[in-house]
């Protein structure tokens, strides 16, 4: 025998060898994994101060429970109750949950899940299980139907189920609100008087209304206040058209943004639709910051504001006058309250800013326009209205400048963007400035120092204007289940009413996505035409 043979020879005995002697490797048992879980109840109260059980059970007995997580519909937590422990129980595969009242809020209903982790020992990976949705709910409750579109809902009782008739009488009421989570408290029971407000709007059949508390009060997180506005957004089929425009405000300097909350309205037992509830324009520290007068402030520094006035062309107002054709009123001091000396006094420095505006020196720091006006926030305050292509600041139609004791003419705050904002239907602003014209911005903007200065703020905002497509994708999510309800309702087209036949702003006939596509659209596109107009 060769050597290379018995070499094979000998290797081969050795395999034979080894595999007779092998051991068997054992197979580690599979690990029990969860297959469902299934919840005990459907509603639940829970107890203010207090805890409440729910019974679940998981379809794997053998199943080792992990983490357990409460999780409303969106996926985060909710605020007004936790999952405090889950206790297992008596026969395998059944729990407990453990909820308890956080105490952050007096009425609540919410939409949750229990959510089941499972994670992989070899690798970390988790797998999650959620459950169905139950409902749990505070043992305090909000009399009227059950609206659940993720918006806050209002509730206004008018004292024996009265109707609101009247845009001057006041109707008592009693008014309470089911809020969101900490963000959007909730309210309870709380006396108020409401009535009709509104020009144009007040015409159509889904109304706005003015609620007056009979002390201020915070409502929706909101600062408190005795003055909230419900606007009915009729005509509006993105029911974002304000919402929007209070938030293009609010990225600028102007001194006050009304701040508004999307809500559902529910009067005297029945669903109105979709509302913005919004802060009323009022003279106070959380609003329109100026000093405050009194009938005595007559002379001197004293009678020179605070002042809070309107331009409108429904010239409708108590105390109004014109001034080279724009109609001027003042609505703070109230009528009752403005005197004699005031009303001279307001009256002849709006003559004074406008003279030195149309005067041979507009331009001149010490004697031109820039002597009367703050400057600063008339820029931002026409930005905001060309931005959202609103054409008001031209008629004018809710223009709001304000003066405080001792300062200048100051421009804001923003009110009332609907009418034809964001719409090419009733305005140019596809391919040119709307309010390049607007009362004295024709003057202003024949200063090229003025113009110069408008376009530098513009590309200063611009990184913070390009993100509100987005805002305007959140406000849709947001909107969905509530525009649907609205629009069952309410039929924008009808708006037609009042503009000759014609509809206002053109989308009242697309559909609720398609119109938020529509606003995305004509937002970027005028963004380009005021870069390239300026």
């Not at 952050?104 to 089941?116: A, P």
């Not at 009323?280 to 004293?302: F, L, P, S, Y």
């Not at 009362?439 to 913070?464: C, N």
């Not at 305007?472 to 609205?486: G, H, K, P, R, V």
Request: charged share 20%; glycine share 8%.
């Amino acid at each position: 025998m060769t050597r290379g043979r018995t070499w094979a020879l000998l290797l081969l005995l050795l395999a034979a060898f080894s595999c007779g002697r092998r051991e068997e490797i054992p197979h580690s048992q599979p690990e029990p994994r969860l297959r469902s879980v299934t919840i005990g109840l459907q509603n639940l109260v829970l107890p203010e101060g207090g805890t409440a059980e729910v019974p679940f059970s998981v379809k794997d007995p053998d199943f080792v429970i992990g983490p357990v997580r409460l999780q409303v519909a969106d996926g985060t937590e909710p605020s007004a109750f936790r999952l405090q422990e889950v206790i297992t129980g008596e026969t395998p595969g059944t729990y407990k949950a453990i909820l308890a009242d956080t105490g952050t809020e007096t009425v609540f209903e919410e939409e949750v899940r229990l959510t089941l982790v499972q994670r992989n020992p070899d690798n970390g990976v988790e797998s999650f299980f959620p459950s169905a949705c139950f409902t749990v709910r505070s043992e305090n409750q909000v009399e009227g139907p059950r609206v659940k579109t993720g918006l806050p809902v209002v509730y206004v009782n008018t004292e024996g189920g009265q109707g609101i008739y009247s845009k001057e009488e006041y109707v008592p009421a009693i008014l309470s609100v089911r809020g969101r989570g900490t963000e959007y408290p909730s309210l309870q029971e709380t006396a108020c008087f409401i009535r009709g407000r509104g020009n144009t709007t007040w015409t159509w059949p889904k109304k706005p209304y003015l609620v007056k508390m009979e002390a201020k009060t915070s409502v929706l997180g909101m600062p408190a206040h005795k003055r909230w506005v419900l606007l009915a957004n009729f005509m509006d089929r993105t029911l974002m058209r304000n919402l929007v425009s209070m938030k293009v405000s609010s990225l600028t300097s102007l001194a006050w943004t009304p701040r508004c909350v999307p809500v559902e309205l529910v009067l005297n037992g029945e669903h109105q639709g979709s509302y913005l509830l919004i802060e009323q324009v009022r003279v106070d520290k959380h609003r329109v910051a100026i000093t405050e007068m009194t009938r005595q402030d007559n002379e001197g520094q004293a009678v020179t504001g605070g002042y809070l006035l309107e331009l409108d062309f429904h010239y409708d107002n108590t105390f109004q006058w014109k001034e080279r054709n724009i109609p001027f009123a003042v609505k703070y001091p109230d009528p009752d309250d403005l005197t004699a000396a005031q009303k001279t006094y307001i009256k002849n420095y709006i003559a004074e800013v406008s003279n030195a505006i149309y005067g041979s020196q507009f331009q001149d720091p010490g004697k031109g326009y820039a002597k009367y006006l703050d400057v600063d926030s008339f820029i931002d305050y026409w930005l905001v209205f060309e931005v959202m292509c609103n054409h008001e600041l031209g008629n004018p139609g809710s223009v709001m400048f304000h003066k405080d004791r001792g300062g200048k003419l100051t421009a804001g705050p923003c009110w009332d963007f609907d009418w034809g904002v964001l719409s090419f239907y009733t305005s140019s602003g596809d391919t040119r400035l709307v309010n390049g014209q607007a009362i004295w911005y024709a003057r202003l903007f024949q200063d090229p120092a003025f113009k110069a200065r408008v376009k530098a703020r513009f590309e200063q905002l611009l990184p913070q204007l390009e993100t509100i497509p987005d805002y305007m994708d959140a406000c849709e999510q947001w909107l969905t289940q509530s525009a649907q309800l609205n629009f069952a309702m309410w039929n924008p087209a009808d708006d037609r009413s009042q503009n000759g036949g014609q509809i206002i702003n053109g989308d009242e006939n697309l559909s609720f996505h398609d119109a938020v596509v529509r606003l995305k659209q004509n937002y970027r596109k005028h963004l380009q035409v005021i870069s390239a107009s300026l």
